[in-house]
């Protein structure tokens, strides 16, 4: 059973589901999706231009707090359990949906699988922290994107035995997938907004993505983060399919000029083909989220990510994200050494080859004693 329920989780899901479909010796894959992120029409969207299938089950949960969302994605995951039993509950990433799901599948005996185990920023501020941190915790096969995530788990205690370094799901996805990105121009245009020379120019454009809590549902902090923006784009053109999180808050806070005359083009939320191509053709991205940091690493876009840390080290330590949390000056200058040409390029992480999701299903092949064995008699 394979378990989506936010935007993010698409990305590292289609892989998993594709590789798991050519490995006869697996079960069938059971696809469920929380509706953490209940958006149909941009949900079908996403889907669409990841090739990944339809939902076999949705929950339909919706929003609501934290204690709440996690709540009732348990009580409505528990029956579908009970009716499936799978052979194991494979979760990705670190939202709420991820815990929740976690959390009823081991106390009724089904393995959980954890893909993206072991990231952490060590700020226990962030909800998808403690997600991670519980997750982790009660997986028993944990496949980690980098190294530095494998010393973490170790250090908090879970056998070496349950960890595998597999490499990145997400940038299996981007690989895919690159070649279908559709064109900045194109995009925009269907907005009706700027010209082809506004961004073919020499000085080309910049991408935004906000919508962390600690950037936007805080008025001073969003007013902080739109003043940095409004600087940026006096330097570089700024392209920003807005999350909805932060157009509602620009409007509760009374924010919606704050960016008035200002090189800063404000879109709706994009597919991913689209903002796959907006980002493989920026000079830069600005961002807070901690898939897209790894995205500009695997398709050499500098990256300046507007958080004071990061659960993804290696797109620091070898990509091309640099943080700036909501620093001017810092931003600023990262933003004029980009313009010159000094900006970070970086190197692709190890592993991160396209392959990631093919190793997790050969190793859940052999883990759990599949090998020899026909799909059909499993599912007899």
């Known amino acids: 059973m394979c378990v989506v329920g936010a935007r993010p989780n698409y990305m590292k899901m289609a892989p998993l589901v594709r590789a798991f479909s050519t490995r006869t010796e697996l079960p069938r894959a059971v696809l469920v999706h929380t509706g953490q992120h209940y958006d149909v029409s941009m949900n079908e969207r996403l889907f669409a231009d990841l090739e990944l299938p339809a939902p076999d089950v949705n929950l339909e949960v919706g929003s609501g707090t934290h204690a709440v969302q996690t709540a009732e994605v348990m009580r409505r995951f528990e029956p579908v359990l009970d009716d499936l039993r799978p052979c194991c509950v494979v979760v990705v990433g670190d939202v709420n949906s991820t815990l929740a799901c976690s959390l009823v599948a081991v106390k009724k005996g089904i393995p959980v699988v954890h893909v993206e185990a072991g990231l952490r920023s060590f700020d226990r501020e962030m909800p998808e922290e403690i997600n991670r941190v519980l997750t982790d915790q009660i997986a028993e096969r944990l496949y980690t994107t980098e190294r530095a995530a494998t010393a973490n788990l170790l250090r908090e205690g879970i056998p070496d035995s349950r960890i595998r370094f597999v490499g990145n799901v997400m940038i299996d996805s981007v690989l895919r997938n690159r070649q279908r990105a559709i064109a900045p121009t194109q995009t925009l245009a269907r907005a009706g907004l700027l010209s082809r020379e506004s961004i073919d120019g020499a000085a080309g454009y910049g991408v935004i993505t906000l919508h962390r809590p600690s950037n936007v549902d805080d008025a001073d902090a969003l007013r902080e983060s739109l003043e940095v923006l409004r600087e940026v784009a006096l330097r570089l053109p700024l392209i920003w399919p807005v999350h909805p999180r932060a157009r509602v808050n620009i409007e509760r806070f009374g924010m919606s000029q704050a960016l008035a005359g ?45 958080r004071e840390n990061t659960e993804r080290p290696i797109t620091v330590d070898q990509g091309t994200n640099t943080l700036v949390g909501r620093d001017r000056g810092r931003t600023l200058a990262c933003v004029d050494a980009i313009i010159a040409g000094d900006g970070k390029r970086g190197c692709a992480p190890e592993l991160w080859d396209g392959h990631a999701a093919a190793r997790i299903a050969a190793d859940l092949v052999a883990w759990r004693g599949y090998a020899g064995v026909q799909r059909e008699v499993i599912n007899a």
């Not at 597919?271 to 053709?281: D, I, P, Q, T, V």
């Not at 695997?298 to 507007?306: D, G, Q, W």
């Open 262 to 306: 200002s090189p800063v083009t404000l879109i709706p939320p994009q597919g991913y083909l689209e903002m796959l191509g907006l980002m493989a053709s920026a000079r830069l991205v600005l961002t807070d989220s901690g898939g897209i940091q790894e995205e500009t690493t695997a398709l050499a876009v500098p990256c300046l990510t507007m």
